[in-house]
């Protein structure tokens, strides 16, 4: 077993596909935030969480997403904006989303003594996310070295009403002080992934009226990108000067103070790329031209979270630490998800670190599009649509792999060619190289998006999306399949072999995986329909289709064979489905043996050892039952969920394995009426990243996490299940919870759900 690399520098999550490739020790810091129904506080400031909180706080539009990190900043911090497609090239991941320029940067000088949290004494301190609003503000009573005493207030946002608008004041208040305040605002043009600067500068100046901007491209992609800043200052009047550091261009104003005296100095800024127009700093200039005065913009965004609320919102009563985490995990997707951009998708760790570099897995049609789905159908289509626009690369990597149709990339960026690195390095210099199978055998992708495109197109009743957009992902992976699996002559049965299911422990050997056949047959069975659908409801679209795709009647008639005559490890004698052929004849393990325990079994067994047992990394034959609980498809019945939940939950690190496991065991624990361990996978899911659960918050928020939240929410405290007439509560709330209220939308209607304990529940 190679001893792994820290991999930081290229790939800095822990959770890698094999999550063995990387040393993770939790612990689980004091994390003192304060939770209230709309607000997360922060009361102490704490250097050793820096990273961490830089994820917690990050704000962002669905455009960008700009992390926590301090306008003075820290020698150790790590700020990021990223922007949705701004992608450039990296050795070993191939494309990572580029660091783009820091618009927060803003330093108050006393008298020459700089402002920082690590010199002279902080009097009072808080820092509060308004999720209502998207405002991120902290307070700060700060006493300098020489015993100047000042009140700091910070405040920022990214604007939901105007995507390329970002706001942020400081507010300065005299307690003792009197004399020269200085202020320095930047744009930095250095921005780093890690050590890794992806931009070349193109050119910078002054706006007119008295602001900077900045032109940056990057090295590969040649992507530009044009910020532009402005200050303004009320309660003092004080020229601001420009001052033209290559690659960091800053306006700088000075004005006296006294005490009693409250001063406050607001910067606007704009952003665009090329991504968008043609000419970004000129664009940005302009749009900075007529911005409206900070708290007019501020309004704007108000009302524009406002909106969003009003279709998005889950209330929970009685437990405020589950009320204020359920729609702060929702916060988080609301940023990262694309508004007016159907050519990119939300990555794994969202826009807020640089964990998996951007790139996009299934983590966002199943886990985290259902959340769009029902509540702003828009987006959901958006998000899929990327997909479509990822098919080309789909089909240059099933060409690639000697197949035909779209296979898509188990890790996505903006080509839809396949990302995920092939190689982990090892620490050790005599070490082997670790190969990252994930890549070539993680396949269920290929029907797992699919599986969303159903979804969203049953739910939202959407022809026209399916017939122009849907129906070629759902056909052209259907094709990939036929040449994917094979016919088993002698058992009289088609097999998918060599793949990875959901559960990554194992990687080798695995052949006729449970989950991706029967995703894979479900798939089928759903592509038959849309052929026929397509024929008789739009027969020029299939025509078309059908040339382009070069489908036959032979082709259906082959998905229709293997539909029929794929096999599924399923025992009907115990009721158990095997997770993949052989799994049953591993060595078996009691996880209970190496408790108390901070890391995963694959850390602990090394990744040989894991594979090698009968345990899982996350949740697989369960995951296919949670897939299959929706439509009620076989093999999903509560007797088959119960014995494959006794057989499987215990077997599956949940704690230590994958993110995505705690949310979907909430929801398969409920509908077993298990509500004290439905609970408390549901609060670990709810915790993730707010209290850094799993240690490894620093490199980005848990979007699918964040996404399994609510289903686990909905479907299963909520009990919600889909009938004919539309959706329907059976609610088995945990016993602190005295409500539970939300609204989904399906087919153009809102329905709205109001729950209380004990199967009281509404539906309207
Ligand atoms: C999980 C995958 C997931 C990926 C990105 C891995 O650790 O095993 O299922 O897609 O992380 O979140």
């Known amino acids: 077993m190679p001893k792994a690399q820290d991999l930081s520098e290229f790939y800095p999550t822990p959770n890698l596909c094999q999550s063995g490739a990387v040393q993770m020790t939790v612990t689980v810091p004091a994390c003192a935030f304060i939770y209230t129904d709309w607000a997360l506080i922060e009361t102490q400031f704490d250097p050793d969480q820096l990273h961490h909180k830089e994820t917690v706080f990050t704000i962002g539009n669905g455009y960008l997403g700009t992390r926590g990190s301090f306008e003075e900043g820290y020698p150790r911090a790590l700020p990021a904006t990223l922007i949705h497609g701004v992608f450039d090239d990296v050795p070993v991941v191939y494309t990572e989303l580029a660091n783009c320029p820091d618009w927060l940067l803003l330093s108050v000088i006393l008298n020459g003594e700089r402002f920082r949290l690590d010199q002279g004494e902080i009097l009072a301190y808080e820092r509060r996310l308004d999720l209502r609003s998207g405002l991120l503000s902290r307070s700060v009573?700060?006493?300098?070295p020489s015993g100047s005493t000042v009140d700091l207030n910070f405040e920022r946002f990214a604007s939901l009403a105007d995507e390329h608008a970002l706001g942020l004041r400081c507010q300065i208040s005299s307690l003792n002080f009197e004399g020269l305040i200085e202020v320095q605002a930047s744009l930095n043009g250095y921005p780093e992934n890690q050590g890794f600067n992806h931009w070349e500068q193109v050119g910078q100046g002054k706006t007119d009226p008295g602001g900077i901007w900045l032109q940056?491209?990057?090295?590969?992609?040649?992507?530009?990108?044009?910020?532009?800043?402005?200050?303004t200052l009320l309660g003092t009047e004080s020229a601001i000067e420009v001052t033209n550091v290559p690659g960091y261009p800053t306006l700088t104003t000075a004005f006296q103070m006294a005490p009693g005296q409250t001063i406050t100095v607001d910067k606007a800024v704009t952003v665009f790329t090329s991504r968008q127009v043609e000419a970004p700093a000129q664009t940005a200039q302009a749009k900075l031209a007529e911005l409206p005065a900070y708290t007019d913009l501020f309004?704007?965004?108000?009302?524009?979270?406002?909106?969003?609320?009003?279709?998005?919102?889950?209330?929970?009563?009685?437990?405020?630490?589950?009320?204020?985490?359920?729609?702060?995990?929702?916060?988080?997707?609301?940023?990262?998800a694309p508004r007016h951009d159907d050519k990119v998708s939300i990555a794994a760790k969202t826009l807020s670190g640089f964990?998996?570099?951007?790139?996009?897995?299934?983590?966002?049609?199943?886990?985290?599009?259902?959340?769009?789905?029902?509540?702003?159908?828009?987006?959901?289509?958006?998000?899929?649509?990327y997909r479509y626009y990822m098919l080309d690369g789909a089909r240059r990597k099933a060409k690639d792999s000697g197949y035909k149709g779209a296979m898509f990339a188990w890790e996505s960026a903006n080509t839809g060619d396949e990302v995920t690195p092939r190689w982990a390095l090892p620490t050790d210099p005599y070490g082997a190289d670790i190969r990252i199978w994930c890549r070539d055998r993680e396949i269920h992708i290929s029907a797992d998006i699919p599986y969303a495109v159903w979804r969203y197109w049953q739910m939202t009743?959407?022809?026209?999306?399916?017939?122009?957009?849907?129906?070629?992902?759902?056909?052209?992976?259907?094709?990939?399949?036929?040449?994917?699996?094979?016919?088993?002559?002698?058992?009289?049965?088609?097999e998918i072999r060599e793949v990875i299911g959901a559960d990554e422990y194992h990687e080798h050997d695995v052949s006729n995986n449970a989950f991706t056949n029967r995703m894979v047959q479900w798939h089928l069975e759903k592509a038959i329909l849309v052929y026929d659908w397509l024929h008789s409801q739009f027969p020029q679209n299939a025509a078309q289709l059908q040339e382009k795709l070069q489908l036959t009647s032979k082709q259906r008639s082959r998905w229709q064979d293997i539909v029929n005559n794929l096999w599924i490890p399923y025992d009907p004698s115990t009721g158990l489905i095997e997770q993949y052929e052989g799994f049953f004849d591993l060595?078996?393990?009691?996880?209970?043996?190496?408790?108390?325990?901070?890391?995963?079994?694959?850390?602990?067994?090394?990744?040989?050892?894991?594979?090698?047992?009968?345990?899982?990394?996350?949740?697989?034959v369960l995951m296919l039952l949670y897939l299959m609980r929706e439509s009620q498809d076989f093999p999903y019945s509560l007797d088959i969920l119960e014995k494959n939940w006794n057989y499987y939950a215990?077997?599956?690190?949940?704690?230590?394995?994958?993110?995505?496991?705690?949310?979907?065991?909430?929801?398969?624990?409920?509908?077993?009426?298990?509500?004290?361990?439905?609970?408390?996978r549901f609060m670990q899911a709810a915790m993730v990243d707010l209290e850094n659960v799993r240690g490894n918050a620093g490199s980005g928020i848990h979007a699918a996490s964040c996404g399994g939240l609510w289903q686990a929410l909905v479907f299963g405290f909520g009990g919600v299940q889909l009938t004919p007439n539309g959706p329907v509560a059976t609610p088995h709330l945990p016993p602190s919870w005295n409500r539970l209220k939300f609204k989904l939308h399906w087919r153009g209607y809102w329905h709205e759900f109001d729950l209380r304990p004990e199967g009281k529940g509404d539906s309207h």
């Not at 009573?141 to 300098?144: A, D």
């Not at 889950?314 to 437990?319: A, H, K, N, S, T």
């Not at 996880?591 to 602990?604: T, V």
Request: aromatic share 10%; with cysteine.
């Open 355 to 385: 964990g998996y570099r951007g790139h996009v897995f299934w983590d966002t049609e199943i886990f985290i599009l259902p959340f769009f789905i029902y509540s702003q159908p828009a987006l959901a289509r958006n998000l899929l649509t």
């Open 299 to 336: 309004k704007a965004n108000e009302h524009a979270w406002d909106t969003v609320w009003r279709q998005s919102d889950v209330v929970i009563e009685g437990d405020i630490s589950a009320q204020l985490a359920i729609r702060y995990n929702l916060f988080q997707l609301m940023i990262c």
């Open 141 to 144: 009573r700060w006493r300098s």
């Open 650 to 680: 215990p077997r599956t690190d949940i704690t230590y394995g994958s993110s995505l496991g705690p949310a979907m065991h909430a929801i398969l624990a409920s509908d077993l009426g298990q509500s004290e361990e439905a609970y408390e």
């Open 216 to 231: 940056v491209r990057t090295r590969n992609s040649r992507i530009e990108l044009g910020m532009a800043a402005r200050l």
């Open 587 to 620: 060595e078996d393990i009691n996880l209970a043996d190496y408790e108390p325990r901070s890391q995963s079994m694959q850390d602990i067994l090394g990744m040989e050892g894991a594979s090698q047992r009968q345990v899982l990394k996350q949740p697989d």
């Open 461 to 494: 009743g959407d022809d026209a999306w399916m017939r122009d957009y849907g129906a070629e992902i759902i056909l052209d992976t259907a094709v990939f399949w036929i040449s994917r699996v094979e016919l088993n002559t002698k058992d009289e049965r088609y």
